[in-house]
């Protein structure tokens, strides 16, 4: 039992405490913790609870839809459409917004969220998540799809569950970031990881390397010195990671640093990204800023975007500050063209000259 432990409800209520709405805020990220228990409970159950598998729908996205996606996103709207604290909810699971029913009273907050990231991973037990992001909604009408295009800098709360050997919530309300453990024992989540700081410095990246032929030479030339290790540019030996589940590669990143990479490409000329701008880049945007590390689409400030579409992409570079600033520099030196041409010890003239003098 953690008697004494700090529970999500007492630590909203101290960095809550303020007048306005601040009371409504940690209600409604009460009701989302209440969601996130039970899609933990379906994702724990897996085969035993007939949830894994597709089904014959597709998404927004033109994604086949997981049993679990539709079960999630239910569980999301279910939890907090009733509770007269918010205008209106968004989901990658859904083509428009979900407008409010008849019968229950609206609030002063928009929640937009991905019900269940990941959820490729559902059917081979990888760790999945939920990723949430909180706005205002100052007018008394219902929202139009345009009031929630906001830029990620408005957030006034965002946050990730990471349904892994342990259930975790990941949340800021801009304050810090902040992870609490889901205790089953009393359903409750208690505060075991305040104040999360990401290290400036880290020699850990995470990128879909199968992508390698699409990307642009900025983001070539940062992981190939990256595998070029002690013997290139870097001095130093890196590590790889890439588990297809950005929930859990952040939450890694947060607790012992690292970057995350899903930079444009070439691949679909017509998605200037894979992930989604509202419902992913920009809540972890948020949760790795506050944590003092730095997010960019490698030529922007996230969380400076001016959304154009709900369900739009973006490039997304993220992580350790001086890892990310140096992908950044990169972009820069790219685009005004000079960047030091990249050269592989292979092709370097000096090298192959080296050679000859022993032959
Ligand atoms: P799914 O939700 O469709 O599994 O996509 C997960 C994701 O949006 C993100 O969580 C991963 O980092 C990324 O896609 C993995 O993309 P690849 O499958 O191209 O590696």
């Not at 509202?278 to 949760?287: G, K, R, S």
């Amino acid at each position: 039992m953690h008697l004494g432990r700090t529970t999500l409800s007492k630590f909203l209520i101290q960095q809550l405490a303020g007048a306005g709405d601040q009371g409504k805020l940690a209600a409604l990220l009460v009701d989302v913790a209440a969601a996130v228990k039970a899609i933990s409970a379906m994702t724990a159950k897996g085969a035993l609870g007939g949830f894994l598998g597709a089904i014959d729908q597709t998404n927004v996205q033109g994604e086949q839809q997981k049993k679990l996606d539709v079960l999630a996103n239910d569980a999301m709207v279910t939890a907090t459409e009733w509770g007269g604290l918010v205008a209106g909810l968004a989901s990658e699971e859904l083509d428009e917004p979900y407008v409010i029913p008849e019968g229950f009273a609206r609030g002063p907050y928009l929640l937009v969220f991905d019900p269940l990231d990941g959820s490729s991973n559902t059917d081979v037990n990888v760790s999945v998540g939920t990723i949430f992001s909180v706005l205002k909604h100052d007018r008394d009408e219902a929202p139009a799809t345009i009031d929630y295009l906001q830029p990620g800098a408005s957030q006034v709360a965002a946050g990730y569950a990471i349904y892994g050997p342990a259930t975790m919530l990941v949340l800021s309300v801009g304050q810090g970031t902040h992870g609490f453990t889901l205790d089953r024992e009393i359903g409750n989540f208690i505060l075991t990881h305040p104040n999360l700081a990401i290290p400036e410095d880290s020699s850990e990246f995470a990128i879909n390397t199968s992508n390698a032929r699409f990307w642009e030479p900025p983001v070539h030339r940062y992981v190939t010195e990256c595998q070029a290790g002690k013997a290139g540019e870097r001095g130093r030996d890196f590590n790889m990671r890439w588990i297809a589940s950005m929930v859990a590669e952040v939450h890694r990143i947060l607790m012992r640093g690292g970057v995350f990479m899903y930079p444009k490409d070439t691949k679909d000329p017509a998605k200037p990204g894979r992930l989604r701008l509202m419902y992913e880049a920009n809540p972890i945007a948020m949760l790795i800023e506050q944590a003092g590390g730095a997010a960019s689409t490698g030529r922007h400030r996230l969380l400076d975007l001016a959304p154009e579409q709900l369900h739009q992409r973006v490039p997304v570079i993220l992580g350790s500050k001086n890892e990310v600033q140096r992908i950044v520099r990169y972009h820069a030196e790219y685009a005004r063209g000079e960047d030091k041409p990249f050269v592989s010890p292979l092709f370097n003239e000096r090298s192959l000259f080296r050679t000859q003098e022993f032959l």
